[in-house]
């Protein structure tokens, strides 16, 4: 182990040599109004292929809107002493848009080194658990470490716009790829500490709630019906949500569920005019343990209510939808095995987790596998000048090869 935490330390620049390479070339899924992430898989098989890495496989996802007419998804396996179990490390290949460019200090897809900072679309989600993964392996390979179980990398496509084309293809159309006893690390969520170690999710949906009147001059009301004071206790009504579905489970933060309005659609467009027509928006992260179908009811509820009592008629319409896949449980194998490694590698004090938003983790649970989400991370994701840390990525390839030779 010396010596494979030694080799890691000495790979600062194939870190930033990696992320050079892999942040010039653009992935974006044809959602976010790229041509897919054909490019970026054709590099990447061909560094795993120089690695050395004999079992690397394809898995192409049919997809007609990108030119290539398909989404790549690569799986790599460095053979364990145990050929029977796999130890899985799985980081998406898609980026996001770099959005308004006049925030970026630099060009998004050049790589910047600033000391330990690498600054670039891409470089934190989610290259830098990418990087850590690559680094792992090819220390594996050059000292001729054969680790306790199968080494396996999978680099997947459509992670940011729902994985349909991705870990979700996988699961659904080449399970054989797995065993139940397999076990799966996803470095794509964490903290700065290191110390999250996420096993569980919330369920949660977006609704789009539209109250429908009639739109008339504001000196006339009478002649219309007003949907903003409506919609307005609509919104206010929101709140008592959170007591109609009151369970807590400390492991989450905040550990109850939340429902939140978000997003107001605008109106009209003058002060003088009644509005006939409101959207808005609610936010829900709900417990597991509630079936989401009872929550939207409530709402609707809350709608017939309304509608009646001022006349409207109100829709509530879902435009996203995740009942929670069962938790990882906290005693699981891969939560221990995460756990101790962390806490060898970073000396720190890591606990398991639930959190309100859906990760890749889920598509796996739901089929009965062990998944847990960690990695060092400073929640750069999405954000214009996104950075990454060599040292976080060179940790977290240590706890990844900790994880592998440990008995």
Same mark, same amino acid.
């Not at 690569?74 to 770099?98: F, K, Y």
């Given at each position: 182990m010396d010596a494979l935490f030694s080799e890691l330390d000495r790979q600062t620049e194939a870190v930033v040599d990696l992320q050079t390479k892999l942040t010039a070339i653009p992935a974006l899924g044809p959602r976010n109004g790229g041509e897919g992430e054909k490019a970026k898989a054709d590099f990447l098989l061909a560094h795993l292929r120089s690695m050395g890495i004999e079992d690397i496989r394809e898995y192409n996802a049919p997809d007609q809107d990108v030119p290539c007419g398909y989404r790549p !998804?690569? =799986?790599? /396996? #460095?053979?364990? +002493?145990?050929? %029977? +179990?796999?130890?899985?490390?799985?980081?998406?290949? *898609? =980026? =996001?848009?770099?959005g308004d460019l006049s925030l970026w200090n630099s060009d998004p897809y050049t790589l910047v080194r600033d000391g330990d900072t690498l600054i670039g679309r891409g470089v934190e989600d989610n290259q830098q658990g990418m990087v850590s993964s690559l680094i792992t392996a090819q220390a594996l390979l050059d000292l001729n470490i054969t680790p306790e179980l199968n080494y396996g990398l999978i680099l997947v496509s459509d992670e940011e716009t729902g994985s349909g084309f991705g870990l979700d293809y996988l699961v659904r159309e080449h399970e054989g790829v797995f065993r139940k006893d397999d076990l799966f690390l996803v470095p794509d969520s964490g903290e700065p500490n290191s110390e999250m170690v996420e096993v569980a999710e919330k369920s949660m949906f977006w609704l789009k709630c539209t109250v429908i009147g009639k739109q008339c001059h504001a000196s006339t009301p009478d002649q219309g019906n007003n949907t903003l004071v409506p919609c307005a206790e609509f919104i206010l009504r929101v709140k008592e949500l959170e007591a109609l579905y009151p369970a807590e489970d400390p492991i989450y933060n905040p550990p109850r569920s939340t429902f939140q309005p978000t997003?107001? %659609?605008? !109106? /009209?467009? !003058?002060?003088?005019? #009644?509005?006939? +027509? *409101?959207?808005?928006y609610i936010d829900s992260r709900v417990m597991p343990e509630y079936d989401l179908t009872d929550v939207l009811d409530t709402i609707k509820g809350f709608a017939d209510e309304i509608a009646a009592k001022y006349g409207v008629k109100i829709e509530c319409e879902p435009v996203m939808w995740e009942q929670a896949a069962p938790a990882t449980p906290e005693d699981s194998e891969i939560a221990v095995r995460t756990m101790a490694s962390v806490r060898k590698v970073y000396n720190n004090n890591p606990k398991v987790v639930g959190v309100g938003g859906g990760t890749v983790a889920a598509f796996l649970r739901r089929e009965g596998y062990q998944a847990v989400v960690w990695s060092t991370l400073n929640h750069n994701a999405h954000q214009p000048n996104e950075w990454a840390s060599i040292r976080n990525t060179i940790g977290d390839a240590k706890v990844i090869a900790d994880m592998l030779t440990a008995k």
């Open positions: !998804n690569i =799986v790599a /396996v #460095i053979p364990g +002493r145990n050929t %029977e +179990r796999t130890l899985w490390v799985i980081s998406h290949i *898609d =980026v =996001v848009p770099p997003m107001k %659609e605008a !109106n /009209v467009a !003058n002060v003088n005019t #009644i509005p006939g +027509r *409101d959207v808005f």
